[in-house]
Nanobody
């Protein structure tokens, strides 16, 4: 069974940095796009950053120049480096991946359980 596990969240002061990790485990045939979403209290979940199989990236406008998404295919792990954090970045961050599990014909969506990021002084 394929699972995504996030780590790296926590409390940080404005202007600080955090790096989130998303590790995929289980019987995996291939991993396609991977993304990070976030959901703040009372708001809809939004896409923060996405990285394709080829390494192409997309970012939500408010995080451009501050956040960087990357992936290590050998480790089945994706990262979100977050710099110059602001209080409005406070949210639960979820990892998403489009994965084809071993023994299956088609990929499907997988989500992690979420990790809390709080930016506050």
């Amino acid at each position: 069974q394929v699972q995504l596990v996030e780590s790296g969240g926590g409390l940080v002061q404005p202007g600080g940095s955090l790096r989130l990790s998303c590790a995929a485990s289980g019987s995996i045939f291939d991993i396609y796009p991977v993304g990070w979403y976030r959901q703040a209290p009372g708001k809809q979940r939004e896409l923060v950053a996405r990285i394709g199989s080829s390494g192409s990236t997309n970012y939500e406008d408010s995080v451009k120049g501050r956040f960087s998404i990357s992936r290590d295919n050998a480790k089945n792990t994706a990262y979100l480096q977050m710099n110059s954090l602001k209080p409005e970045d406070t949210a639960v961050y979820f990892c998403y991946a489009y994965i084809r599990a071993a023994g299956t014909s088609f990929p499907r969506d997988y989500w992690g359980q979420g990790t809390q990021v709080t930016v506050s002084s």
